[in-house]
């Protein structure tokens, strides 16, 4: 499977922006999605991921009400919906899918995006 991600800009603190990410190649509804970001000097990190139906979503504590996953299986697509952002959230967020239906927090995904770049101003 191929993702891309878009979505990515600049924001001020406290605003609000929508990652997308859009999925091809085999069947999207197979595959638990999730979310990681790399901010510069850093290692990359788990924000979100979520199920194959949308059915269970887990979080990085410190977007934990903030942001919101999502998926829409009928446009092969999954969303990160980030409100209340803060310059700590500033980084390259990447798309990825897992190769199980379901989120195992020990495995990492298989298929990765290029990334989209999120700046967050003071």
């Known amino acids: 499977v191929q993702v891309v991600e878009s979505g990515g800009g600049l924001v001020q603190a406290g605003g609000s922006l929508r990652l997308s990410c859009a999925a091809s190649?085999?069947?999207?509804?197979?595959?638990?999605m999730g979310w990681f970001r790399q901010a510069p000097g850093k290692e990359r990190k788990f924000v979100a991921a979520?199920?194959?139906?949308?059915?269970?979503?887990y979080y990085e504590d410190s977007v934990k009400g903030r942001f919101t996953i999502s998926r829409d299986n009928a446009e092969n697509t999954v969303y990160l919906q980030m409100n209340s952002m803060k310059p700590e959230d500033t980084a390259v967020y990447y798309c990825?899918?897992?190769?199980?239906?379901?989120?195992?927090?020990?495995?990492?995904?298989?298929?990765w995006g290029l990334g989209t770049q999120v700046t967050v101003s003071s």
């Open positions: 990825a899918a897992y190769s199980t239906t379901i989120v195992v927090p020990s495995l990492r995904p298989t298929y």
């Open positions: 979520i199920d194959w139906n949308g059915g269970s979503t």
């Open positions: 190649g085999r069947t999207f509804s197979s595959y638990a």
